[in-house]
């Protein structure tokens, strides 16, 4: 399927979807900076070495960040579709109210008619909190009366780090134990070596002076089509 999307952006406005990939480099889930990084090797994007060779300045993005007296820290998390609609939903009180989904309730039989249905709790479809970033068909252990094969979406979320999260880190800072490399870092250096041609270290400051010495060449611009 990927292999599809990418053959198809070939075919789009870069500005259409570069914003997504460079997204992925610095997502939370480290297989999608490996996606990105396939992706913008398969489209040769060389046009983008300049804005990879800043992302080794980047620091891992699943590490905390410390925003005043607490640490944050980003991380992806899995929603049950059927379980939460009112995680994503505005409640609907009115049968006024366009686009009204019933809410399936735990034990009960999923609605068959899931946007007709006149009893039940009801959220609106047209007003939603969040967006997911993807989402799988997953098997469901215990699944009851529900499909066995359930919808999850994906998406980051940003949340303080509980105190003894925060001594563990705190302690790995201090003995100088952080981890140097991580995965999205590696995903960046996989499309920079692919793209160029050329192995300039595993840093922002090897990978610019490498480029100033060794420029890349300024891709050919098409022909201009003849008039006929």
């Not at 607490?70 to 059927?82: P, R, T």
Request: hydrophobic share 30%; aromatic share 8%.
């Amino acid at each position: 399927m990927r292999e599809k999307a990418v053959k198809a952006l070939a075919d789009r406005p870069p500005t259409e979807y570069t914003p997504v990939l460079y997204y992925g480099f610095r997502y939370s889930w480290p297989a999608a900076a490996d996606h990105a990084a396939e992706a913008v090797v398969a489209l040769q994007r060389t046009d983008l070495v300049p804005e990879l060779v800043k992302l080794l300045k980047e620091p891992n993005p699943t590490q905390p960040v410390k925003t005043g007296q607490s640490y944050l820290v980003q991380e992806v998390v899995k929603i049950n579709h059927l379980c939460n609609c009112m995680l994503c939903h505005a409640p609907s009180q009115s049968r006024e109210d366009l686009v009204r989904g019933r809410v399936p309730m735990p034990n009960e039989d999923p609605p068959p008619l899931y946007y007709q249905e006149q009893t039940g709790l009801f959220v609106r479809a047209d007003l939603t909190y969040l967006r997911q970033d993807f989402s799988v068909v997953q098997p469901v252990a215990n699944s009851g009366k529900w499909p066995g094969n359930q919808r999850y979406d994906y998406l980051q979320r940003t949340r303080p780090l509980t105190k003894q999260e925060v001594t563990t880190f705190q302690k790995l800072e201090k003995d100088n134990k952080l981890p140097k490399t991580y995965p999205q870092q590696t995903s960046v250096l996989f499309a920079l070596r692919e793209l160029t041609g050329r192995d300039h270290g595993t840093t922002y400051e090897e990978w610019s002076a490498g480029l100033k010495k060794e420029p890349l060449p300024q891709p050919t611009k098409p022909p201009a089509p003849q008039n006929p």
